[in-house]
């Protein structure tokens, strides 16, 4: 059969240590020796995350992702958008992830018989079939305890016995006949700060990215509109399918048909031009001497343009070069731990108080004899803050049509540190 | 074999019902025994007529499957069960004869009758997965079965049967190549097909089994273009790439002029380009007058379609487009998909992986574009390397003279990088913006040398192959450099380095006279242990030094020649020959020698340091190809552009097939909600935009200028008009459409200046109420319907017919000319004479002057009692009762007219529109089983016998709401369908306008204080200062009249609930500042304080 075979041919799942645990054709069965190639390139990366996702062999082309500590690898015979298999595998993981609450070796172990049946729905001949979770759910029922302990008893199966209507409607990310008694609206904005601040604590780069995260239980179809405050805020924006898009480049206003359940909504960026307040400062001292192969590390976080609320969650984490041994460092708040192999030190400091700034200090012990590193690592940050989204975005209103209840409505703001790093 | 006890946990709930022992793994059982015993008592459980045991069974037999095992041997017996009615076991059975059905081709025969059957099953979700499931057998011999299967599932009724249909073309295929020119007309059929369902599938096969046949595409291509963004998402990524290659070959190349110009053009361009709607609109205007260029209408169409997607959630969807816009699209446009790609930055590392490769090649091309997101590339410490490197490129590539030191200090942190191939690359980076930027290249050099006492030796090595490179441009004033690095030969061990310090050293060997013997001298020594890249360039050097200075060198020559000639590696001996005949004279050398010096010494060009990326652009951009950068099996060319553009015509459709009207209105209103619904983005003000980037702010601007003068709008209707014109080439009766459409376009302009009476104006009353009858009356996007709407609201009243349409809450234009709706001549008041009976909702809103007007002409104190009104004050706004989505095509909306129902005067009319968007007549269209709360009447409307498709019907019902905003239920039936829906009446919509005296309002007034009055503070906005804009919003919530008043500050507006026919008064009191108290006084205290609300709520809008 040489005759063009396109998209996804086969799927393999791997783990870490290397064993293929779970393969899937959809066309002719490949051999398992063809990942060979992958343990190959895999091997040669030496770190996880620079395993190259397109690896080509002589018959095959193999696009992988790592998810959760599981290699997803998908064999392609011929050209195909390497963003398309890409994309597809994060859904089928994003899929078990809202199946099974993990996307785990175990999890999918445990639910083998799932595994394959959702693989078998999500693509047909390699071509991308169902993958919408609110379809995928109503041909196959997620597990649950209760269920599977039902199951056992009757013998009833995880296979919906209603044909799914949601495939054939023009609104295929929502299934039909939604009840629920308690009708809720929940919408959380999430803003991540991705910065990266310099040795002098001036920022060299800063933007804000957001999403709003919906749970929405709704009965029936309702149509919802979403309105801001300040729309304009919104610099780029990607949208859920539902998304009516002409509504929103008139309007600035989001209106849907919302998928049953927890989806994401909307994710942006706001605009560049707008000066990102960074809601916390980072000094550092950290030096090594060559002679007595030691070196000092001090560190301070304060608090800054936090709008008046508490930063929390704060977690420090750095990779420190290859020469330090250990670490002896006294912490004025929270706690700290320094891995000596892998050299990570991660001081989880929890909430700052302005009064009473968090430090960690103390002493470095570098291998003797080794050349002093050059280069001082740099500082990763996380932190918290709770209602606030720090882009100055608000939820003006939410209005429902075409059902009657009255919806309980919720929005939550927070922000968090995304890729925030501090260079020392 | 070691996840094995995983799965038999699993099953360990069935083992528990106490069935017979058959919990025996492969694993547990010995190697070579159990092999027979296992596969029995699977066997067995199939045999079994437990349902519960067989779907056991089936599931460890899955589960083998998916670790790989061999589980063919259990073939017969699982096959007898693919009639099994448990549908879990059924699926399982399936996914087993998929998998196995290949190696055992005759028992699988077996199992064909099954999915015969199935093919005709009543449901099509049945026959749809019969199909799958059997074109999914790779069987030979049942090709036929299954041509047969896919055309009759071709032309089934359902589209998601057509969709399997779509999508069992290419299994058919790869089973059966010969099969082709049957599955071409198959395809051809349905690349026909109208549903959205079905496009992405189709496209597939296209591209899978006849991708050259691109003749298929021309009478689809519009259809294509305008359903792509109601597409789900993968079949988007197919159409989109098809659609770039089809545009490749039907179209000129929007850049063919501007590959003329210079570079330097090229660069201002980019600067100005990159989200400037207004400066690419010029740009494009200049453009356009420079050159005769026009872009084909079809062309333009795809630009404008897939702009949307860039917002998509998907990455390949928007790869796609971005690609698309790079090969398709002017160089001014080009710029809008920089952002999107900068977005998926955000996005899974692999996902990065592959934008950064696509960025890295445009940004060659066109580095303008991504000059505004530099910084988004600025590389993290905690970014794999792959994409440090790729980040690294892109920096690189994006590097000017006005960016270099930003980028330069940025190499510098990067430089000091724990991750050594990363500062490899950095350092590789450094020595490009070196040769491309001419300024910096002494600061680089001199960054450089510095590296050069890096402690690490990888950091100096590589700076060491850079400089040599830097060098080779300029080598006069680099003398003290070359020394330099010549000390450098004790030091560093990595090999291409000290190749590279050698070859340097030879090549300007006259600069660094007394060092060079010297480093040969040096070299000579170790010779041996070098390696051999090392050892070639000492021989090289001394040949070089040999021809130079022989003096001193000749007999370091000879003796490194002697080395080399016993060295284990045959190049070298090799080497060693070649030079020693070249350079040292023997009788026996021939001509050669003389040349020697020549050979070795003459002027070298200086290596180009380019980018890997440059000229990748070859392959279609977020290909596998790109990526390789070698052509994958399957790749299919992007052809270059033709020099001459193929006839436009053949995209042609005689008779819009998608379309079947002949009406463009009542195209229109078939895509009136359509879900992003710039599928047909003709109709829309903000189209001329889409071909543009916008920004925001700007849109607003543009859309409130061509609200507000009038010429401006009629040239765009006019462009737009003839873009569409030629783009739907419905030749004649397009222009027959036209001409109405104009006419009347014209009058709504004359009745809002208030020139009534005109010759046309009846004319115009025909065509505003014979279109009128066919829309739908609700909120809309566009000039042309707002403005055929104002033709027909005309009629009733030529006051404000544009603010008339603002007043729909959903309508997003801002109040035109207030000025014209205030010139309202006491002509235009036969709107007070009850108008006839016809369907139309007019929206039309009095200004204050009016009211007074009017209270002065037809009222008089006589009067006590509160006189019933008609709905003079009315603002029409729609609601949705059946979303075209939900009712399968046909689409609800009503309306609250705010007429008194004809039979009964306390039921509240609501007025409904009814259209069939479906492709079939939709027959008894009947209100059915009214479901009344207590107390609630329902007058339904008259059956309507036959709506044909994309026929509009309006009817009228009338509905006792019992003056409460309960919802009144019913089902509305078809012929064959029910959908039950509901209304619910805004609780302005309940009551019904009276006109009272100042006086008697007072009076009434005083009765209903105490707990019948409410009263709210409110602050008014900024544009709802104005009277007419208050009267306005009030009248708009509510369906209230206004009563005089003699205190400015003060409005009033009273009105009656329709059922109970309790008085409502309504007090609006400005205050100092923008504040303003309501004050409600009616005994229906719920219906008070919902009103409160809601007009609350409409002037703050």
């Known amino acids: 059969m040489c005759f063009q075979q396109k998209m996804i041919h086969s799927l393999f799942l791997i783990n870490c240590s290397g064993d293929i645990f779970l393969e899937k054709h959809w066309k002719s069965v490949v051999s398992q020796s063809v990942c060979d190639y992958f343990f190959e390139a895999q091997e040669k990366a030496i770190d996880v995350e620079n395993v190259p996702p397109v690896i080509s062999t002589p018959h095959h082309y193999l696009i992988s992702i790592y998810r959760d500590k599981i290699f997803f690898v998908s064999v392609i015979q011929t050209e195909v958008p390497p963003l398309f298999v890409i994309e597809f595998l994060h859904r089928v993981a994003d899929t078990f992830q809202d199946y099974f609450g993990e996307c785990s070796e175990t999890a999918i172990k445990d639910n083998v018989v799932i595994v394959y049946e959702l693989l078998e729905e999500m693509l047909d001949n390699g071509f991308p079939l169902a993958t919408e979770s609110n379809i995928l759910k109503e041909l196959i029922k997620p597990p649950t305890i209760l269920r599977s302990v039902v199951n056992s008893i009757t013998g009833s199966s995880n296979v919906g016995d209603t044909l799914p209507t949601g495939q054939l409607s023009n609104i295929p990310w929502r299934r039909a006949g939604v009840k629920y008694t308690n009708n809720e609206a929940y919408f959380d904005v999430i803003e991540e700060i991705d910065a990266i601040i310099d040795k002098s604590g001036s920022t060299v780069f800063a933007e ?182 720090i882009s100055g975005l608000k939820v003006n209103r939410l209005d429902m049509y075409g059902e009657k209840y009255k919806p309980f409505k919720g929005v939550k703001y927070i922000t968090k540190a995304g890729k925030f790093q501090v260079r020392t | ?162 969709k399997t249909a779509a999508h069992a073309i290419p299994k058919l295929y790869s089973l059966d190549s010969d099969q082709k020119d049957q599955l071409i ?236 191939d990363f500062v490899a690359a950095t350092i590789q980076a450094i020595g490009r913006c070196a040769t491309n930027i001419g300024k910096v290249r002494d600061t680089c050099l001199n960054g450089l040398v510095q590296l050069l006492s890096n402690r690490d030796e990888l950091v100096v090595a590589e700076s060491v192959v850079v400089i040599k490179k830097l060098l080779q441009m300029q080598p006069a004033q680099h003398s003290e450099i070359i020394k330099h690095m010549a000390k450098l030969t004790d030091n560093i061990q990595v090999p291409m380095a000290r190749a590279s310090i050698l070859w340097l050293i030879g090549e300007y060997c006259e600069h660094v006279p007394k060092i060079a013997p010297d480093v040969l001298r040096k070299m000579a020594k170790s010779f041996t ?11 090289n050097l001394a040949a070089k030094l040999y021809l130079t200075n022989s003096k001193q060198s000749k007999l370091l020559t000879q003796y490194v020649l002697n080395l080399a000639k016993y060295d284990q590696n045959y190049d070298i001996r090799d080497r060693a020959r070649f030079i020693r005949q070249l350079i040292v004279p ?67 459709v005689e008779v819009p097939e998608w379309t079947k009207c002949t009406s463009r209105e009542k195209r229109k209103e078939k895509v009136e909600k359509p879900f992003y619904s710039d599928s047909e983005g003709e109709s829309g003000p903000t189209e001329s935009a889409d071909s543009e980037p916008e920004s925001g702010s700007e849109e607003h601007s543009s859309s409130s200028s061509s609200g507000s003068s009038s010429s401006d709008t009629e040239e765009e209707e006019e462009e737009e008009d003839s873009r569409e014109q030629s783009e739907d080439k419905e030749e004649e009766e397009e222009e027959e459409e036209k001409r109405p459409k104009r006419k009347d376009k014209d009058g709504s302009r004359k009745a809002v200046s208030g020139s009534a009476g005109s010759p046309s104006e009846e004319e115009e009353e025909e065509e505003g109420a ?57 002509l235009d008041l036969d709107d007070f004479t009850p108008p006839p009976p016809q369907p139309i909702p007019s929206s039309s809103i009095i200004s204050t002057s009016l009211v007074t007007d009017l209270e002065g002409l037809t009222l008089t104190d006589t009067s006590l009692t509160p006189t019933l009104l008609s709905p003079a004050f009315s603002a029409v706004k729609t609601y949705e009762l059946l979303h075209r989505m939900a009712g399968e095509g046909l689409a609800v909306e009503y309306c609250f007219s705010r007429r008194p129902f004809p039979g009964d005067p306390h039921m509240v009319a609501v007025q409904i529109q009814i259209s069939n968007n479906t492709d079939t007549e939709v027959k008894n269209l009947r209100v059915n089983e009214p479901k009344p709360l207590s107390g609630m009447r329902i007058q339904e409307f008259p059956e309507i016998e036959r709506l044909a498709p994309g026929d509009t019907a309006s009817v009228v019902m009338g509905i006792d709401f019992c003056d409460s905003t309960q919802a009144a239920n019913f089902q509305l039936c078809t012929h064959t369908r029910q959908f039950y829906v509901s209304i619910q009446p805004p609780v302005g919509e309940l009551m019904a306008p009276v006109f009272m005296s100042e006086n008697e309002f007072k009076k009434e007034q005083g009765k209903l204080m105490g707990m019948s009055e409410i009263t709210e503070k409110l602050m008014l906005p900024e544009k709802c200062q104005s009277d007419h804009t208050i009267v306005q919003q009030v009248t708009s919530a509510a369906n209230v009249g206004r009563v005089p008043c003699g205190a400015s500050n003060e409005y009033r507006f009273a009105a009656k609930t329709v059922t109970s026919g309790s008085l409502v008064l309504i007090t609006l009191e400005r205050r100092e500042g923008s504040t303003a108290q309501l004050t409600i006084n009616s005994e229906k205290m719920v219906i008070g304080t919902m009103l409160v609300k809601d007009i609350i709520q409409a002037l703050a809008q």
């Open chain 1, 208 to 389: 804000i990215q957001g999403v709003i995260d919906s749970c929405i239980k709704l009965s029936g179809m309702p149509d919802l509109s979403l309105s801001f405050m300040n729309p304009r805020l919104l610099d780029d924006v990607s949208f859920h399918p539902c998304i009516r898009f002409k509504r929103w480049e008139s309007e600035r206003v989001l209106s849907f048909i919302p998928p049953d359940g927890n989806f994401r909504l909307i994710s942006y960026r706001v605009s560049s031009q707008n000066l990102v307040a960074i809601p916390v400062y980072v000094k550092h001292m950290i030096s090594f001497k060559e002679n007595t192969s030691s070196g000092r590390f001090d560190v301070t976080i304060g608090p800054k343009q936090n709008m008046g609320k508490t930063v929390e969650g704060v977690v420090m984490t750095v990779h420190m070069p290859k020469a330090v041994l250990n670490m002896n460092l006294t912490a004025t708040q929270g706690s700290y731990t320094f891995d000596p192999v892998t050299k990570v030190l991660t001081w989880d400091v929890g909430k700052i108080t302005p009064q009473k700034l968090p430090n960690l200090k103390g002493i470095v012990n570098l291998q003797s004899g080794a050349p002093k590193p050059e280069e001082n690592p740099s500082l990763n940050i996380q932190f918290k803050i709770q209602q606030l989204a």
């Open chain 2, 529 to 539: 242990n070098e390696e051999d890249i090392v050892k070639l360039q000492v021989i």
């Open chain 2, 770 to 826: 014979k279109k009128g009858k066919k829309k739908a009356p609700q909120g809309r996007k566009g000039h042309a319907e707002t403005s055929s709407e104002e033709a027909s609201t005309s009629e009733s009243s030529s006051s404000g017919s544009d603010s008339g349409s603002e007043a729909e809450a959903k309508q997003r234009k801002p109040p035109s000319s207030k000025a014209s709706s205030k010139e309202i001549s006491l």
């Open chain 2, 185 to 420: 007309e198959v395809i051809e059929k349905l690349l026909a097909d109208k549903t959205t369902l079905v496009a992405g599938s189709v496209v597939m096969a296209f591209e899978e089994v006849c991708p050259e046949r691109i003749d298929l595409i021309h009478k689809n291509y519009r259809k294509l273009c305008n359903l792509l963004i109601d597409v789900e998402e993968w079949g988007q990524v197919v159409i989109i790439n098809m659609l770039t290659r089809y545009a490749r070959t039907q179209f000129l190349s929007p850049n063919q002029n501007e590959s003329l110009l210079e570079e330097n053009t090229e660069k201002a361009f980019y600067g100005s380009e990159e989200e400037d709607a207004k400066d690419a609109k010029a740009e494009a205007a200049s453009l356009a007058k420079r050159k005769p260029y026009v872009m084909d209408p079809d062309h333009r169409l795809l630009l404008r379609n897939t702009k949307p997607l860039l917002q998509s959630r998907n990455a390949a969807v928007v790869m796609a487009v971005a690609q698309l816009y790079f090969h398709l699209a002017p160089k001014a446009e080009v710029g809008v998909i920089a952002k999107a790609l900068v977005r998926l930055l955000r996005s899974h590392s692999e996902v990065q992986y592959v934008v950064l490769q696509n960025v890295a090649t445009m940004s060659i091309k066109r580095r303008g574009m991504f000059e505004p997101y530099l910084k988004s590339f600025y590389i993290r410490s905690t970014d794999p390397t792959q994409i440090k490197i790729l980040k690294l490129e892109v920096l690189t590539n994006l590097a000017n003279e006005t960016n270099i030191s930003t980028i330069l200090r940025e190499f510098q942190t990067y430089i000091r990088s724990m991750d050594k």
């Open chain 2, 1 to 162: 074999m070691a996840a094995s006890p995983a799965y038999g946990e699993e099953k360990g709930g069935s083992s528990s019902l106490g069935e017979p022992e058959y919990g025996h793994d492969p694993a547990s059982g010995g190697i070579f025994s159990s092999d027979y015993k296992r596969h029995d008592d699977l066997k067995e459980m199939l045999d079994s007529n437990k349902d519960s045991l067989k779907l056991e069974a089936m599931k460890r037999i899955v589960a083998m499957i998916a670790r790989g095992k061999n589980a063919s041997d259990l073939f017969p017996a699982v096959v007898k069960n693919v009639a099994c009615k448990n549908i879990e076991v059924k699926k399982l059975v399936y996914v087993y004869l998929v998998r196995y059905a290949e190696e055992q081709q005759d028992l699988a025969l077996l199992s064909i009758s099954t999915f015969q059957r199935g093919l005709k099953d009543p449901n099509q979700l049945i026959r749809a997965s019969a199909l799958r499931v059997l074109s999914s057998i790779r069987v030979p011999i049942i090709v036929p079965i299954m041509m047969l299967a896919i055309k009759e599932a071709a032309s089934d009724m359902s589209p998601y049967v057509r």
């Open chain 2, 586 to 652: 023997t009788e026996k050398s021939g001509a050669l020698n003389k040349y020697a010096k020549k050979l070795f010494l003459a002027q070298k060009p200086a290596p180009i340091l380019e980018s890997s990326f440059k000229d990748r652009d070859h392959f279609q951009l977020g290909s596998l190809s790109h990526l390789l950068n070698a052509k994958a099996v399957g790749y299919q060319e992007l052809p270059d552009w033709p020099d001459e553009a193929p006839d436009p015509s053949v995209r042609n």
